[in-house]
Nanobody, 122 residues
């Protein structure tokens, strides 16, 4: 079992930065694949970024490439999403999620946090 709690969201102007954090509990955290997804009103949940258990592989969506990065600290049971050069279209609820295998699909993730709101004003 893995429990996830996100933090760090808020209101920011376009061009600004935010760093989201996801605190995890559960003794298997260091063996899990972690990802960030986002969901805007009226839209489906979409992949943002993923990182393997040891941080050896990361991937981000094309829509955020060059602006967002994902990292993790297994000693702190945490995963992070650094978001730079934010755009209004990045506005969404951001969720972290955990899975046993590498995947870009939300359907493959078993554990989810409650989400944190990110709002980017123009």
């Amino acid at each position: 079992q893995v429990q996830l709690v996100e933090s760090g969201g808020g209101l920011v102007q376009a061009g600004g930065s935010l760093r989201l954090s996801c605190a995890a509990s559960g003794r298997t955290f260091s063996r899990t694949v972690m990802a960030w997804f986002r969901q805007a009103p009226g839209k489906e949940r979409e992949f943002v970024a993923v990182i393997t258990w040891n941080g050896g592989y990361t991937s981000v969506a094309n829509s955020v490439k060059g602006r967002f990065s994902i990292s993790r600290d297994n000693a702190k049971n945490a995963v992070y999403l650094q978001m730079n050069s934010l755009k209004p279209e990045d506005t969404a609820v951001y969720h972290c999620a955990a899975a046993n295998t590498l995947s870009w699909s939300p359907h493959d993730y078993t554990y989810w946090g409650q989400g944190t709101q990110v709002t980017v004003s123009s």
